[in-house]
C-alpha cells in the first residue's frame, strides 16, 4: 500500500509558474515510476509526465513539452513538477499516481494522491 500527498497548487497568471510535490508514505517509492495527470472541469483524466523509477527516462505529453519538467528524489520519497510558462489551459486538479512500469497508459497506474488544483488567469 503506498499513500501519495500531493500539494503545491494554486492561482498564478498565464505566463507564471508552479512547482508541484507529491511525497509517497512506505519504503518501496523507488521501486515506482511515477506520473503526473490533469483533469479540468468536464474533461477526462490525462496523462501529463511521467518518470522511471530510478529517474533516467522521462516521458512527457506533447502538450507540456519544453514547459514542464518532471523530477524525483528517491530519498526524499517526492517527485516533483516544475510548471513554467502557465496557460490558461493548463488549469486542471494536478494527480500523481504510481506504476509498476513507465507508462502513459491511465489504467496501467495503481495508486493515486488526492489532487491539488492548478489555476492559471489569463
Known amino acids: 500500500q503506498v499513500q501519495l500527498v500531493a500539494s503545491g497548487g494554486g492561482l498564478v497568471q498565464a505566463g507564471g509558474s508552479l512547482r508541484l510535490s507529491c511525497t509517497a508514505s512506505g519504503s518501496t517509492f523507488e521501486s515506482y515510476a511515477m506520473g503526473w495527470f490533469r483533469q479540468a472541469p468536464g474533461k477526462e483524466r490525462e496523462f501529463v509526465v511521467g518518470?522511471?523509477?530510478?529517474?533516467?527516462?522521462?516521458y512527457y505529453d506533447d502538450s507540456v513539452k519544453g514547459r514542464f519538467t518532471i523530477s524525483r528524489d528517491n530519498a526524499k520519497n517526492t517527485v516533483y513538477l516544475q510548471l513554467n510558462s502557465l496557460k490558461p489551459e493548463d488549469t486542471a486538479v494536478y494527480y500523481c499516481?504510481?506504476?509498476?512500469?513507465?507508462?502513459?497508459?491511465?489504467?496501467?497506474?495503481?495508486?493515486w494522491g488526492q489532487g491539488t488544483q492548478v489555476t492559471v488567469s489569463s
Open positions: 518518470i522511471s523509477a530510478g529517474g533516467g527516462l522521462k
Open positions: 499516481a504510481t506504476s509498476r512500469t513507465p507508462t502513459k497508459r491511465r489504467d496501467e497506474y495503481d495508486y
